[in-house]
Every structure is written in C-alpha cells, then in structure tokens.
C-alpha cells in the first residue's frame, strides 16, 4: 500500500511525533511504502491567498500545492495526524486542506451539485488532546470534530474514512498510559488498507 502521512506538530520531542515514528515504522515493516509531509518541517504556508484563486480559476495551482497534491495523488491511505487545538487541528493543517483540497482537485460543483473527486482514497485521523477523551465525548466535541473534520471535508470529498482516533490526556497521563497508546497506533498499522 502507498502510504501517505500528514504530521503537524511543531515540537519534534512531541507524543505526536512519536505516533509518527510508530506509525511510520509499523506501516514500513508490513512492506508498505511510506511518504511522511511534516507540514512545520517543510514550513507548509498554510495562507490561501488570491493567488491560489487565481490559479484554481485558470485550471491549475501554485507550485507547492501541485506538490502535495501529487503526493495525495499517489497514496492510497492518508494518516493526518495533529493535535486538537481549541477544539480543532492547528491552522497549518486546516491551511493545508484549504490549500491542497481544492475545487476541481478534492471535490467540484455540478447540475447536481457537489461531487467528491477523492473517491478511492481512505483517510485515518490520529489526534491527541489535553482533556480527556470521556470529557469531549460527553460534552459533544467528539461528535461535533467528527461532523465537520470527518464528514465535511473527507466524506465530502468522498474520501473512505478508515477511523479517527482521539488520544487522550496526553500531556497529563503515565508513561505506561502513552506506551498503551503507541502499542495501539502500531495494532492500527495493519488495519490501514
């Protein structure tokens, strides 16, 4: 399988990089092909600016957008991984899927409205939050992140959602805790097809 992973974590001694680094390492060891786009490592400009319009509307994209789009492209499975920041991912990833998922690359509008153009794709959300995972599901949030991130841009760009995984208390929990939730990235490698 081509496997494709979006990392956005601005600190390389994070949890999040660490998920990375499992992941990468599991989904390379069942002989999968691994490309990992760290958006702050490549220093990703997260700004849609008239100048991205400009292209979209003469039928192409700027120069770093064909990149990442190429990227996606070529994957079979897509892995984002971040962490939830104020109840969602961090602007250089939401600046990423606005920049990278654009009309007549992810999705375009026709007579019978909007069509995803990703079909064929699979996406996997892992992210990781302060709060507990007992507390944003009981509250909502859990749901609410799911209905715009999950349906309103991957299922919108009828991309296959394989899961989303919300890590938990990260910052707070035992490092036992944290090496159960490694182990489980690693378990999830083999569901990622």
């Avoid at 994070?14 to 490592?41: M, P, T």
Wanted: one cysteine or more; proline letters at 4%; charged letters at 20%.
């Amino acid at each position: 399988m081509k496997q494709l992973i979006v990392y956005s974590h601005p600190n390389p001694l994070s949890f999040n990089h660490a998920i990375l680094e499992a992941l990468g390492g599991a989904l390379k060891a069942q002989g999968d092909e691994v490309h990992v786009r760290d958006l702050y490592a490549l220093q990703f400009d997260p700004v849609l600016k008239a100048v991205d319009f400009e292209a979209i509307h003469k039928g192409g994209v700027t120069e770093d957008v064909k990149v990442e789009q190429d990227q996606v492209r070529w994957a079979d499975v897509i892995t984002f991984i971040f962490p939830v920041w104020w109840a969602s991912m961090p602007a250089i990833t939401k600046g990423y899927i606005d920049r990278v998922f654009s009309h007549g690359f992810a999705y375009s509008y026709g007579a019978n409205g909007a069509q995803g153009l990703l079909g064929g794709k699979k996406v996997m959300l892992i992210t990781t939050q302060g709060a507990p995972e007992a507390y944003y599901a009981g509250n909502g949030m859990l749901q609410s992140m799911s209905q715009t991130i999950d349906d309103g841009i991957f299922r919108f760009c009828a991309m296959e959602l394989l899961g989303h995984r919300a890590f938990g208390e990260v910052p707070s929990t035992t490092p036992e805790n944290r090496a159960k939730m490694l182990a489980e990235v690693i378990q999830m490698a083999a569901t990622l097809k």
